[in-house]
């Protein structure tokens, strides 16, 4: 059965910080992950996918990267600001499902 | 529409009501979920549709949770003589699910149920 991990639980970092949020999964039979950010109260904004055959990919700031034999994902992200205060989420679709495994999440605080 | 919108957003029920939550996925969309985010953890996914026909259900609770999507487009999650531990955020997603470029899910704002 898939597990999905995410450390740290929560984050507080000044501006302008470069961070890491990591995810582990534990069966590296995958088709995809992908990252998400919510807003409180909000739903689930995709930042980045990854096709299982890719290593990494990034959308401005962002960048994350795929270890599928090591069953690991890292989101990097640089420069932070207060406005990327949020909880980051990586999910999880297994080969031969359509259904995604979240983890429990990454409360992020970025002081101004 | 843009989006995946849910309606209502907040809902409040006595235990023992039934409800109704509804999904309007982004139009064309083949795919569509339904997952159940509890306070401070990560969304569980509750069932898959795939255009009307129903292919997982392996996520709902109970036989209390029932969802359908008659025409492959709209969907509605009913919940049945609704229980405290039903209070949660129910979040809709849909996808195009055509080749690999396409399964991306994009989701609903979510409903949050309360039930007294």
């Known amino acids: 059965k898939q597990e999905v991990t995410q450390i740290p639980a929560a984050l507080s970092v000044p501006e302008g910080e470069n961070l890491v949020l990591n995810c582990s999964f534990t069966d590296s039979a995958i088709y995809n992950l992908q990252w998400f950010r919510q807003d409180p109260g909000k739903g689930l904004t995709s930042l980045l996918l990854?096709?299982?055959?890719?290593r990494e990919q990034t959308s401005g700031r962002l960048n994350a990267s795929l270890d599928k034999s090591s069953g690991r994902s890292t989101l990097y992200i640089a420069a932070s600001q207060p406005g990327d205060s949020a909880t980051y989420l990586c999910a999880v679709r297994g080969s031969g499902t359509y259904k995604y495994i979240f983890g429990t999440g990454t409360r992020l605080k970025v002081l101004a | 529409g843009a989006g995946v919108s849910q309606s209502p957003r907040y809902k409040v029920a006595k235990r023992g009501q039934d409800v109704a939550l509804r999904c309007d996925p982004i139009?064309?969309?083949?795919?569509l979920f339904w997952y159940q985010q509890a306070l401070g953890q990560g969304p569980e996914f509750l069932t898959y549709?795939?255009?009307?026909?129903?292919?997982?259900k392996s996520g709902l609770p109970s036989d209390r949770f029932f969802a359908e999507r008659p025409e492959g487009s709209v969907s509605t999650l009913k919940i049945q003589r609704t229980q405290q531990e039903d209070s949660a955020v129910y979040l809709c997603?849909?996808?195009?699910?055509?080749?690999?470029?396409?399964?991306?899910?994009?989701f609903g704002p979510g409903t949050r149920l309360t039930v007294l």
């Open positions: 997603a849909s996808s195009q699910n055509r080749g690999s470029s396409y399964n991306e899910q994009f």
């Open positions: 549709f795939q255009n009307e026909a129903q292919l997982d």
């Open positions: 139009s064309g969309h083949v795919s």
């Open positions: 990854i096709q299982s055959s890719q």
